[in-house]
């Protein structure tokens, strides 16, 4: 099933030498990286250009009224334009809480789609006419090729697969090194590797006589030079000509980009299993699961490696309840839902298996990780009987104290006959040398407090189950607390839970589902830790290809649907309720 279940866990497993889990797990290349944005440019981006943005584009920011998007033209004309995101904080009217409100909608290289027209004296940077005059040039050339020795940083920006951040250190290294001799020297640039060089090197030249745009719109380039300002005819070709043509421009073109495509037509597999039953011992079953995504967006689900992988990790194991730790906005669960529904990836199509019948929800904001808000959600599939009559974070008296940074987030659940109320978690990461590891235990010890919120608002509930990442090995004593209510954590010790490409096998155990003694009667004694078909060739491993969906496995229990031990009326709408933790004062 593409899991590792408790008796198969092997007694001895290499570990390595990674440190605890630290705060923002930055990578060189984001596995939000999409292969197919290099090949059709800004269509997919929706993102506002704070430099070229009208006063109305900026009131549609969040926050944004017409006094600020009026601050932020005039700012923008006084400095002659923002060098970098951040110094929009400084304009009159946003500072660093309405940026970081604003940060992932706005940028510096390209116009949010549907953006009116073409520029204008307003919406320059400077407001003047020359500098419209150099953003059409900069428009003109990005259709040719960029030249690296002339260009700025937003020049350079126009490349497919260059950022701010790249931009600037080929600027940076240019001025200290000087001009450069062969494309080829660019591998000497920080951040720019042999798979990313291959990719744009054909967008670059070394001088102006290579950036011109000499190109037909069917990629030919004519023969003949350009007198008196007439384009001369290129010869009509045969068909053979034509042919061989096409083949020459396909072949210089995407050479390169077929270097970075062969992973994936040489490993474009998954897991061999059989499709689950939903039953055990001829009784139904359903299998709860728990997945830290990631930093899990919008733009990392339009990875079609991404969303293959998380499908078909979900489709392979028979999962029915997924709870989804560190969503970095709203939208990104509802793809994984859309592909499940109405798949378009072709693992997903040929499953030959239940597919289901998909809904998710998603949180409110629960609280902050690195550079966004995170929310939690809930996918789960109705055609195994499962329904989710509610949802909430966990709130508290807004005099208390702060008990998470992040808010557990409640789900009430049936699965056919059995019902029971889920809490999806994420505690705070231990940091870098463990000085963060007294806040985390801290929450570990106000967790207890969230089965108790839950018991008072559910009188008679028995069957709490509590899943997410706890950022901690379960058998330590740290989780005392939830052992003397009663709990069990279902996976087992020294299955890990981490994972990266350096090492497969993990060397923590961060997830955890604790069940209750009333819930374990029901619990089948399967469940397991996913570490299969967790990586695919479209997701950046680094500055190479190959990696991880994510630096957690999914971990599972399985249980029986057939009855329901408690009698707890669970009819009352989690929305409806006030979930109360810390003391009040």
């Known amino acids: 099933m593409g899991a590792v279940n408790s008796c198969c866990i092997p007694k001895h497993i290499d570990s390595d030498s990674s440190t605890p889990k630290k705060m923002g797990h930055r990578r060189n290349l984001s596995a939000a990286f999409n292969m197919s944005a290099m090949m059709e440019g800004d269509a997919g981006q929706n993102l506002l ?18 006094a600020t998007a009026q601050a932020i033209i005039e700012y923008r004309r006084k400095i002659g334009g923002f060098k970098k995101i951040e110094d929009v904080a400084l304009v009159s009217g946003v500072g660093a809480v309405k940026l970081n409100i604003i940060r992932d909608e706005i940028t510096l290289s390209m116009k949010r789609q549907g953006s009116t027209g073409p520029p204008t004296e307003e919406n320059s940077p400077t407001g003047s006419r020359s500098d419209i005059s150099f953003r059409s040039e900069t428009s003109r050339k990005s259709n040719g090729k960029i030249n690296v020795n002339s260009s700025n940083v937003f020049q350079l920006m126009k490349v497919k697969g260059i950022g701010q951040v790249l931009a600037e250190n080929i600027v940076t290294y240019r001025d200290k090194k000087g001009q450069f001799k062969a494309i080829d020297d660019l591998i000497k640039v920080k ?8 990719a744009i090197r054909n967008q670059l030249s070394l001088d102006d006589s290579e950036s011109s745009n000499n190109t ?7 023969s003949d030079s350009i007198n008196n300002g007439n384009a001369s005819i290129p010869p009509k070709l045969s068909n053979n000509d034509h042919n061989h043509t096409n083949c020459r421009i396909l072949s210089s073109s995407t050479e390169n980009m077929l270097d970075i495509l062969e992973p994936i037509i040489k490993s474009g597999t998954r897991p061999k299993v059989t499709p689950f039953n939903f039953k055990h011992k001829n009784r139904s079953v359903v299998r709860v699961a728990s997945w830290n995504v990631e930093r899990f967006d919008e733009e990392k689900a339009n990875n079609i490696g991404v969303r293959e992988v998380i499908c078909m990790t979900i489709l392979e194991n028979g999962f029915g309840v997924v709870a989804f730790q560190e969503l970095a906005d709203k939208n990104s669960l509802q793809k994984i839902c859309d592909e499940l529904n109405n798949p378009t990836i072709t693992h997903v199509m040929k499953w030959p298996g239940m597919r289901g ?7 409110k904001a629960t609280g902050r990780m690195y550079r966004s808000l ?13 329904s989710l009559s509610s949802s909430a974070n966990l709130e508290k008296p807004a005099s208390s104290t702060r008990d998470f940074v992040r808010r557990p987030f409640i789900g009430i659940l049936k699965m056919k006959k059995f019902d029971c109320v889920m809490a999806s978690v994420h505690l705070k990461a231990t940091g870098l040398d463990n000085e963060d590891l007294e806040k985390l235990q801290a929450e570990i010890d106000n ?8 018991e008072e608002h559910y009188p008679g509930e ?20 939830l052992r003397e209510r009663g709990y069990t954590n279902a996976i087992p010790v020294g299955a890990y839970t981490n994972i ?6 993990g060397s923590r155990t961060y997830d955890h589902i604790w069940i209750t003694k009333e819930t374990k009667s029901v619990a089948t004694g399967n469940s397991g830790v996913v570490r299969e078909g967790l990586t695919n060739a479209l997701i950046p491993n680094g500055w190479s290809w190959g990696g991880v969906v994510s630096d957690h496995c999914p971990v599972w229990v399985e249980l029986y649907t057939s009855k329901d031990l408690d009698k707890a009326d669970l009819s009352i709408g989690a929305e409806a309720i006030k979930f109360t933790l810390g003391t009040e004062g």
């Open 49 to 66: 250009n704070i430099n070229y943005a009208t006063e109305e584009e900026l009131m549609t920011l969040p926050g944004i009224n017409r």
């Open 191 to 198: 951040g720019i590797g042999p798979n990313l060089l291959s």
């Open 216 to 222: 037909q719109p069917n990629g030919h380039v004519p």
């Open 357 to 363: 019948t998909w809904k998710c929800v998603v949180s």
């Open 374 to 386: 995170e929310y939690n959600g809930f996918l789960y599939d109705t055609s195994q009987g499962i």
């Open 447 to 454: 967790v207890p407090k969230v089965v108790k919120a839950i």
């Open 462 to 481: 028995k069957d709490i189950i509590l899943l997410g990442d706890f950022n901690l090995e379960p058998d330590l004593e740290d989780f005392d607390c």
């Open 500 to 505: 990266s490409n350096k090492n497969l096998k």
